[in-house]
């Protein structure tokens, strides 16, 4: 490659136009954010649980930020970027779930962000696009403990198996 710029695209200074796997990691992305946000709406609309609410809420606020952040990565370059699906979602609100399920499968979801997060992140030759990724990263690791912690408020997370503590154990 001749040119040397190509991790280039710093917080500051010029920016290269996004390589093809960033695009793609960026779109992939997208469309998590874009279907968790109208999963969430869907959710809020059936539960009564205050707490669960705020949550719900408080992930919706995540999706629609980082909708946001990766959007004008495209939209800089003059790239499209997936369309929000928000206006699928019925005015019902019957309550279908549990909110021990709602509850669970958002932070499940938000888990497998972290992931998604952290690929496109390594596949990443832009600073600028590593920063935002880190910033996504830190606000759904937050985002799932506040979920984790309102699960064992209520009694709703059981402790999953552990690996056994030798030095515990009486080995004679």
Same mark, same amino acid.
């Given at each position: 490659?001749?040119?040397? !710029?190509?991790?280039? +695209? +710093?917080? $500051?200074?010029?920016?290269?136009?996004?390589?093809?796997?960033? %695009?793609?990691? =960026?779109?992939?992305? $997208?469309? #998590?954010? %874009?279907?968790?946000?109208?999963?969430? =709406?869907?959710?809020?609309?059936?539960?009564?649980?205050?707490? %669960?609410?705020?949550? /719900?809420?408080? +992930? *919706?606020? =995540?999706?629609? *930020?980082?909708?946001?952040?990766?959007?004008?990565?495209? #939209?800089?370059?003059?790239?499209?970027?997936?369309? /929000?699906?928000?206006?699928?979602?019925?005015? !019902?609100?019957?309550?279908?779930? !549990?909110? *021990?399920? @709602?509850?669970?499968?958002?932070? &499940? @979801?938000?888990?497998?962000?972290?992931?998604?997060?952290?690929?496109?992140?390594? $596949? #990443?030759?832009?600073? &600028?696009?590593?920063?935002?990724?880190?910033?996504?990263?830190?606000? %759904?690791?937050?985002?799932?403990?506040? +979920?984790? &912690?309102? @699960? =064992?408020? #209520?009694?709703? @997370?059981?402790?999953?198996?552990?690996?056994?503590?030798?030095?515990? $154990?009486? /080995?004679?």
């Amino acid at each position: 490659m001749k040119n040397k !710029s190509f991790s280039s +695209g +710093g917080i $500051l200074g010029k920016k290269r136009p996004p390589h093809a796997l960033e %695009v793609a990691h =960026i779109f992939d992305n $997208l469309n #998590n954010d %874009v279907t968790s946000k109208a999963l969430i =709406i869907g959710f809020y609309q059936g539960t009564q649980d205050k707490k %669960v609410k705020e949550f /719900l809420e408080r +992930g *919706k606020n =995540i999706n629609k *930020k980082h909708i946001e952040l990766l959007t004008n990565i495209l #939209n800089d370059s003059d790239l499209p970027a997936p369309t /929000l699906i928000d206006h699928l979602v019925t005015d !019902s609100t019957t309550k279908v779930f !549990s909110d *021990k399920i @709602m509850l669970a499968h958002k932070i &499940d @979801m938000f888990s497998m962000k972290i992931r998604s997060y952290g690929k496109g992140s390594s $596949l #990443n030759g832009r600073t &600028d696009i590593g920063a935002i990724y880190a910033r996504c990263i830190a606000d %759904v690791s937050l985002y799932i403990k506040s +979920g984790a &912690d309102i @699960m =064992i408020q #209520n009694d709703w @997370m059981e402790q999953p198996p552990m690996a056994p503590n030798r030095e515990d $154990l009486d /080995l004679g």
